[in-house]
Nanobody, 117 residues
Framework: QLQASGGGTVQAGDFLRLLCVAS????????VGWFRQAPGKEREFLAS?????????FNVDFAQGRFTLTRDRAKNTVSLLIENLKPEDTAVYTC???????????WGQGTQVTVSS
């Protein structure tokens, strides 16, 4: 299973650290990815991390430095730090795990991030 947490309602310019906890079968896969879905929009891929190596891969639209992805192998967790939050970052953020190559068969419930201006 995967569980995302850490969302909330913040002001523009604040930061949030979202946490994805993997357990059971979902924790056995190589990659963990983060996605978000804003109201009325399609879900979009943000970034992924390979658990063993810590190597990250970012959607080019999110590689500008506001997003940082890290993992804790001992705790089976992946953190997504979002800095300088903007109202357009308002969305449900979800984590997923998979074998790599952009395949994510296991999904957790998302966490809501709301950014007010």
């Amino acid at each position: 299973q995967l569980q995302a947490s850490g969302g909330g309602t913040v002001q523009a310019g604040d930061f949030l650290r979202l946490l994805c906890v993997a357990s059971g079968v979902a924790s056995n896969f190589a990659d963990v990815g983060w996605f978000r879905q804003a109201p009325g929009k399609e879900r979009e891929f943000l970034a992924s991390i390979t658990f063993d190596s810590g190597r990250t891969f970012f959607n080019v639209d999110f590689a500008q430095g506001r997003f940082t992805l890290t993992r804790d192998r001992a705790k089976n967790t992946v953190s997504l730090l979002i800095e300088n939050l903007k109202p357009e970052d308002t969305a449900v953020y979800t984590c997923a795990s998979g074998p790599g190559a952009g395949v994510f068969p296991y999904w957790g419930q998302g966490t809501q991030v709301t950014v007010s201006s």
